[in-house]
């Protein structure tokens, strides 16, 4: 347990204020650790990656004139195909990324208990790299060599540049594709009810751009639990970016209309 609460350490690097990281250090935070957190990156650019991309399939759709039927064939297939697929890259690169980081850690290990002495030595190489002086570093290595443990942890940081996670390739599989489809829906929902409420049959591609743009603004907002970033630009630069693939999906829907 750590004294320190994380999140309010955050916000007082954020306004610059000292005192603010005072009380923040002399805290101690259990909620930290929630498991929940650490699945919030596959939530949120599943999410993006969904309503991105099924938005951009009604945009192409609308841009040629097609029936509101075709925009439902097309945007399903693409929600349910590309959320497979999504979470199926999801779940082979944080598997593939687990089991090299374990391979890593048992040579560490392997080598920690067979050569300490060429370990040791360089562990103080890298200190002496990050312009710690020849005396301390030696120093500093040695009193880590006590501790085989927090040794191989310190050596997988400070030489490979490998931090270890215990996520979960099935959870982050689950969360990417849940999230994919429940905000790739959005784009949708517009078309989905017009076949039931013929006041939204004439404006369902301008409802469904609202839903698209106020739900784009928002997990670009809530993004910066990741990126740090101003939650106002961040909301405004996702909107852009989506609003670039619709309407270059839109263009390219009308242009090959023009053609068949």
Known sequence: MLSRNLEKAREAFRKGSTEESRRAHEQTAVEEHKQGGKYIKSLIYGGLDGIITT????????????????????????????GLSMAIGDFLSTRAENEYNQAERKREEWEVEHYPDGEEK???ELYRDQGIDEEDARKMAGILRKYPKAWVSVMMVEELGIVESDES??????VTFLSFVVFGFIPLVA?????????LANNTFLIASVLTALTLFTLGAVKVRIT???WLVSGV?????????????????ALVALFV
Do not use: C, H, R, T
């Open 228 to 230: 740090e970033k101003n």
């Open 169 to 174: 390739p099935l959870k982050n599989a689950l």
């Open 122 to 124: 360089e562990m103080a």
């Open 55 to 82: 938005f951009a399939v009604v945009a192409g759709v609308a841009g040629a004139a097609l029936s509101p039927a075709i925009v439902l064939i097309l945007g399903f297939a693409n929600l349910f195909a590309d």
């Open 191 to 199: 078309y989905v009810l017009s076949g039931f409420m013929e006041v």
């Open 237 to 253: 630069e996702m909107l852009v970016v989506g609003g670039i693939a619709a309407a270059a999906a839109y263009g390219i829907g």
